[in-house]
């Protein structure tokens, strides 16, 4: 186990208690995923982890972080703070200080976690790199994702996400990045504001913690970019985008076959490379990717070379064969895994990549939440989007109401869906399900994996 933390430098970071002697070799808020060696992070959300320290400790937790005392843990390694979640950002904050690594913060409407594992690939062998795992972007994630960081490392890709106004700014402080980056900006969370320049208005609030000569790589095609340019203030601005004069251009991309060709000037000129992905905005989400590499002085050659080996992940657009009867002997047909989350942006995006695919084109929608009043008008206007698509089957009262051509089922949940899709699958279809997490898409791409064999294949795909 490598030294992440001992005691007395987190009781120093946090300002806390603990009597017995400790070292960690890394940071838990999940029992489930929690490694030998871990400080057990003992977070009230959803549940209170006081309730689970006695259980971190059994698996190995080197310590657990608390604000009270467990009944008959008072002999236990625990670092007792006033508040938990204070003292975990008090450890982020410290891990960020004592490291020299290189940091790049990403934000954006859509594209930030593919953006951000395509920075993971991208930067291999490239110095020590320490990556944000999963979408862990919110003010529990982001700390948590700094108080991980070994203090060697060279450097840092940090996801910053938000739901309400006022949320990227602290995050940002806490992060200090020298690059920040900005996919896009697009019509998500309108519940909490007012309209798309609002949303323009908080992402652009990342560049409050750059460092001082840090660089803010922007989206130059979308309609935003001046208020992104103003939030830059005094720091170097890096453009990305299709549009003549921007430092990362977009000359063409072929998509086909399970992946995108992209061809792009660069201040280091023209690049050709492949990504492991279909899609347009897979592309256009690369050029930011690079944009960031440049700022951080990496090596473009060696990272254009490994992003062939990208993938888009689970939920988020990845893609399995699967088998209809035994071994396939009725066929297979194509699974696009969407599940994750959607607003208008990714979706229109999804459906434009569905459009392109050989075979019969089947989308699963959910309903995409989060969008204040203009959910309904957001949701109608997919109907010109999904042009090309042969059935659309939907899930969800809004998704219920758009005028979609190739209408086919129409179920009030993902369950209902799940219990009739088998008997709408073809060989040869290439189905995509996509819909906003709260409702539980995933319960339908079961449904449809479950169709086949165990074991399918994942090929490639996505809105990242």
């Not at 992070?41 to 689970?52: E, I, K, N, P, T």
């Not at 020299?100 to 920075?119: D, P």
């Not at 609030?205 to 989206?219: D, H, S, T």
């Not at 890096?238 to 000037?265: E, H, K, M, Q, Y």
Request: a neutral charge; charged letters at 20%; glycine letters at 12%.
């Amino acid at each position: 186990m490598s030294r992440l933390w001992t005691r007395d430098e987190a009781v120093a970071a946090t300002g806390g208690h603990c009597a017995v002697d400790w070292q960690a070799g890394g940071v838990s808020i999940d029992t489930r995923s929690l490694q030998k060696g871990d400080i057990f992070v003992a977070l009230q959300a959803s549940r209170d982890g006081h309730d689970f320290v006695a259980e971190a400790l059994r698996k190995g937790a080197a310590a657990a972080l608390v604000s009270r005392v467990p009944e008959g843990l008072e002999a236990a390694p625990l670092l007792l703070v006033d508040d938990v979640l204070k003292g975990l950002e008090a450890l982020g904050i410290a891990a960020r200080a004592r490291t020299q690594a290189r940091v790049i913060a990403i934000t954006g409407s859509v594209g930030k976690t593919g953006s951000k594992e395509m920075l993971r690939v991208a930067l291999k062998g490239q110095g020590k790199i320490h990556v944000a795992e999963k979408s862990y972007n919110n003010h529990e994630g982001v700390p948590l994702t700094l108080a991980r960081m070994p203090r060697d490392t060279d450097i840092a890709v940090i996801e910053i996400g938000m739901n309400h106004p006022g949320e990227i700014a602290p995050l940002a402080r806490m992060a200090r990045p020298h690059v920040g980056l900005v996919t896009t900006v697009a019509p998500v969370h309108l519940a909490a504001f007012d309209s798309v320049e609002g949303i323009a208005a908080e992402k652009g609030a990342i560049f409050k913690g750059l460092e001082p000569g840090g660089v803010a790589i922007l989206n130059a095609d979308i309609t935003t970019y001046p208020i992104l340019a103003k939030a830059a203030g005094q720091a170097e601005v890096v453009r990305f985008g299709v549009g003549a004069g921007v430092d990362f251009r977009l000359i063409s991309c072929s998509i086909g076959d399970g992946t995108t060709v992209v061809r792009a000037d660069t201040p280091s000129g023209e690049v050709i490379f492949k990504l492991g992905g279909e899609g347009m905005h897979l592309a256009q989400n690369a050029l930011g990717v690079l944009a960031g590499l440049y700022a951080l002085k990496a090596d473009l050659a060696r990272a254009t070379l490994a992003l062939a080996g990208w993938h888009p992940t689970e939920g988020r657009g990845a893609r399995a064969k699967i088998p209809l009867g035994p071994q396939g002997l009725d066929g297979f047909f194509t699974l696009i895994n969407e599940s994750y989350n959607a607003n208008p942006a990714s979706t229109g995006a999804a459906l434009k990549t569905l459009a392109g695919q050989p075979g019969r084109r089947v989308a699963i929608l959910g309903d995409m939440l989060e969008l204040g009043e203009a959910g309904a008008a957001l949701h109608k206007a997919l109907a010109d989007k999904a042009k090309g698509i042969d059935i659309i089957h939907t899930v969800g009262p809004l998704m219920a109401n758009v005028p979609f051509e190739n209408r086919g089922l129409t179920a009030a949940d993902a369950a209902e869906l799940a219990a009739e899709v088998g008997r709408q699958v073809r060989a040869g279809d290439v189905i995509m399900v996509k819909g906003s997490l709260g409702m539980k898409m995933a319960i339908v791409v079961d449904a449809l994996k479950n169709l086949g064999d165990a074991g399918s294949q994942v090929e490639s795909g996505g809105v990242g």
